[in-house]
């Protein structure tokens, strides 16, 4: 199938690169000129594991352009895969989506080829329906289908996540179930070579696919990501409790994850979530709430504790050093969760101006988002090359992003380069026992520490 994708950004680019594998034609669009070329040069605009050598992998099946004329024509089906970014009262901005859409079927007026165009952005409930509209309003809805097939990728998984989903949702009528079942075929019946950088997972058999109405489909988007939200906020909840009463939340959570109507995936408790969707997602959706006239107080709490659970690390690291005025700090990790540079919402931003703001000397250290970062943070923060750079003579260590790296570094290691040995681990993601036979502090988010 001929496929357009408009916007270049994770979930644009992952969807183009990995129909271009699956054996689709695919043309990329972006009205970022630069990208364009970059990305035409192989030049990736983010870091994400294996998605360079996807993009490389079938050269002759993808291409980049800033031209819609070009897009629009040929293609059987357009994906939207722009930015939604969060306005001050939480609602996403349209601006960009709408703008691809009536560009889109400006061109779509001189087609006489039918069309599928399918939305991937998040957007409230209802918005498959206004685009529907202007096709409508295009006297073009006869030759014209709107779909909404939301994402669910994760950063730093996403070819995983796409080659590998759970469910392919389409919410739409026949005609694009038709089209969508066909362009997804190779997914569903996973009847592709799994490329060396994302290979099958064990026990993977096949995602289910799921045909709703668009509205549904939408809300289900917003759905998913708060309810994994919540499942964070609850946890990091448990682990504040486990800290008062002397539980480990560790222990906890492995205890109600193994019920199956719990799970055990996201109940690690830690200094919170962050990233470009939950953070966003989670206050559209409230927004969205709100103006249906409805109080989700639930989601108003998962959203409030997350705001708070960050500066834990900083309580922590007041009650073991005292004035943090003077102290030599480390931070570990800056990117809002491993395997990417994204520090969109990370709480490393914050915990760092923070730390600044009680006059502590920052030394920082990340494997790949360091040079996104210095635009973020003044230039007092001292960018340490290695990390025992940034761990040398420190006062105190925060581990914030789990790393490997991080991980694998020994206990004595550790303490051996600082001045104190103070070490707070703000993902519980460190072995906890190796610390206390180092003798160091070793304070975990609701994981009963000893010193
Ligand atoms: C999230 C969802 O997981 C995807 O399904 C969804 O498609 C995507 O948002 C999106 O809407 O585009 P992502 O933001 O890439 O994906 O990252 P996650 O791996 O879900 O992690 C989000 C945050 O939660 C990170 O800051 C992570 O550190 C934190 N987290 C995750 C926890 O604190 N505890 C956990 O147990 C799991």
Redesign the pocket.
Known sequence: MNVTVIGTGY?GLTTGASLAYLGHEVTCVDVDEKKVEQLSQGIMPFYEPGMKELLQSHPERIHFTSSYWEAVMGADVIFFAVGTPAQSDGSPNLTYLFSAVEETVGYLRMKEKSTVLINKS?VPVGTGDKIAQKVKEASLETTVRVASNP??????RAIQDTFYPDRIVVGGDEVSDAILSQLYSGVLNQSFAAPAYAPRPAGYTSPEYILVDRRSAELAKYA??AF?AMK?SF?NEIANVCDRVGADVKQVAGIIGKDVRIGS????A?I???????PK?TRALQYIADTSGYDFKLLSAVIEVNHSQKYIMLQKLREQLGELAGKQIAVLGLS??PGTDDLREAPSIPIILELLAEKADVRVHDPVAMNKARSLLPDRVHFAEQIKEALRNADAALLVTEWPEYISLSAEEIRSLMRRPVFIDGRNAMAASDFENADMDYLGIGTRNKK
């Open positions: 979930v998040t994402e669910f990728l994760r950063q730093a998913a990501n994994l964070i946890i995936s996201f109940l690690q830690g919170g979530y962050g990233g470009s969707c939950f997602d809002f969760k």
